[in-house]
């Protein structure tokens, strides 16, 4: 018998818009017709997520099975699904409200504009205890930008080259701009009650960071860890490669909390950690699998793609005990072939134009999806684990 998976659930953003990749907004009308779709501030992307549950092939269903209503939707209207996390072709001049009427839309609106209107994935993993989710909030705050180098995936914005592989991050606002390695559950309920009260955040929900504590009643009530940093992952194989690879560092730390807490066993006091993560977590949305980190045990450099080609190696008998190769498989592609962002760049400099690459991507993804659809009905013994 497998040892027990952790209950994960999903976070999917996306933007609508025709197959040329051109964006139309359409979040509010979509929300009040399909069930389970929520809008954002900007009406030109929406959100859906997933129930928990720990089983990678059930999510897998549970990723697709939204997507294909809302397409069986937009179809009629001319306007599909986009594959990319920034506004790649434009427009970002203009704000486009979901609901003029909601004042914190408004306040969204007013103070960070459209370096919000993004796309991306939020990971939800399961942890009860606060010890260990603290403990493991540590780990993936020092190693999220070794997801961020597997997902970058906006390299453009308004029709042009950025110089970023993953241009959504270095602009998105980090709130409050500051955030310290938490040292335990009473340390995070003290400085978010600080920070309320100082107006740096708004309310519970407005920490934008990497990876945060999430619960239904934060900062008290807690029972998981959201992992923000990741640009939108719109493979939802690649996506649960993704969360396989957290996972897994999550139950080493479980294994092994005194070698495996950054608190506890790196060099390094809590102060510099939060340091070095967030640094790695820019560098990583510069050059992704080609960054420079440095690691959070002793501060040594080391290529981004290196560091994960070295964990996934190190994870291979955790994954074997979970039945997890299948499922991680998608990150040694992107080893190999580079990530999306990567991919796209490369056929940019051959010559191709940004909005030819994401017209084809735009069908591409569909294409994914029918692929996935038809394997899930063909595979009722669960290799995903």
Aim: aromatic share 6%; charged share 20%.
């Amino acid at each position: 018998m497998s040892p027990t998976l952790l209950l994960k659930g999903f976070e999917v953003e996306m933007y609508t818009g025709r197959a040329d990749a051109t964006v139309v907004g359409c979040a509010a009308e979509a929300a009040a017709a399909l069930e389970g779709f929520v809008t954002e501030p900007d009406n030109r992307n929406l959100e859906y997520t997933t129930p928990p549950d720990a089983s990678y092939q059930r999510q897998l269903a549970l990723l697709l099975e939204p997507r294909r209503r809302l397409r069986r939707w937009l179809t009629p209207r001319g306007l599909t699904l986009l594959p990319d996390s920034t506004l790649s072709l434009g427009d970002t001049q203009r704000f486009e409200r979901s609901d003029p009427t909601n004042p914190y839309h408004d306040y969204i609106a007013t103070t960070y504009g459209t370096r919000v209107v993004t796309a991306s994935v939020h990971i939800n993993l399961g942890m009860q205890a606060m010890e260990p989710l603290f403990a493991g909030l540590r780990l993936l705050r020092c190693e999220a930008a070794l997801l961020l180098a597997l997902s970058a995936s906006s390299p453009f914005l308004d029709g042009a080259v950025t110089g970023a592989h993953s241009q959504r991050w270095l602009q998105f606002p980090l709130t409050p701009p500051l955030v310290p390695l938490f040292t335990s559950h009473a340390h995070y309920v003290q400085w978010v009650q600080a920070q309320l009260a100082a107006g740096t955040m708004r309310n519970v929900r407005h920490l934008w960071t990497s990876v945060r504590p999430n619960g239904d009643d934060r900062p008290h009530d807690l029972n998981r860890l959201e992992i923000r940093i990741c640009d939108l992952i719109a493979d939802p194989a690649l996506l649960l490669a993704v969360t396989a690879f957290a996972e897994l560092r999550l139950h080493q730390l479980l294994a092994d909390p005194p070698g495996q807490d950054p608190l506890h066993t790196s060099r390094l006091d809590a102060e510099a950690l939060a340091a070095l993560a967030d640094a790695n977590d820019r560098a990583a949305a510069r050059s992704s699998l080609d960054a420079e980190l440095r690691h959070w045990r002793d501060g040594s450099p080391l290529r981004a793609g290196d560091w994960i080609s070295a964990s996934l190696q190190e994870l291979a008998p955790l994954a074997d005990a979970f039945g997890l190769q299948s499922t991680l498989a998608p990150l040694h592609e992107v080893l190999t072939r580079g990530n999306q962002a990567m991919r796209w760049l490369a056929r940019h400099r051959a010559g191709e134009s940004i909005a030819s690459i994401l017209t084809d991507e735009t069908e591409a993804l569909a294409q994914r999806e029918n692929t996935l659809e038809a394997w899930l009905a063909t595979d009722p013994a669960g290799t995903l684990g």
